[in-house]
């Protein structure tokens, strides 16, 4: 059973950066899409971004342009650089490889 397990998340200032990092273990790391989700209070979960097997990557609207998602496979960690942060970033992160696989998640919170 994969266990996946978030870090890097904080407080940060608006226009600042974080990067996430999900390490993931009791899988085959490099054969699993990835994916970072984030729920903010009173809000649905949302994709925040994907990344496949090969490498392929895609973004929510919201954060297109801001955020980076890539993945080394060798420490079967996929990261999350997030720049130009704002307060509307502010959420709970979550890891996800797949249908009931998530991690705890972390807490961003962007605020001057």
């Known amino acids: 059973q994969v266990q996946l397990v978030e870090s890097g998340g904080g407080l940060v200032q608006p226009g600042g950066s974080l990067r996430l990092s999900c390490a993931a273990s009791?899988?085959?790391?490099?054969?699993?899409?990835m994916g970072w989700y984030r729920q903010a209070p009173g809000k649905q979960r949302e994709l925040v971004a994907a990344?496949?097997?090969?490498?392929?990557?895609n973004y929510g609207d919201s954060v297109k342009g801001r955020f980076t998602i890539s993945r080394d496979n060798a420490k079967n960690t996929v990261y999350l650089q997030m720049n130009s942060l704002k307060p509307e970033d502010t959420a709970v992160y979550y890891c996800?490889?797949?249908?009931?696989?998530w991690g705890q998640g972390t807490q961003v919170t962007v605020s001057s």
């Open positions: 996800n490889q797949g249908p009931g696989a």
């Open positions: 009791g899988s085959i790391f490099r054969i699993f899409a």
């Open positions: 990344i496949t097997s090969s490498g392929t990557t």
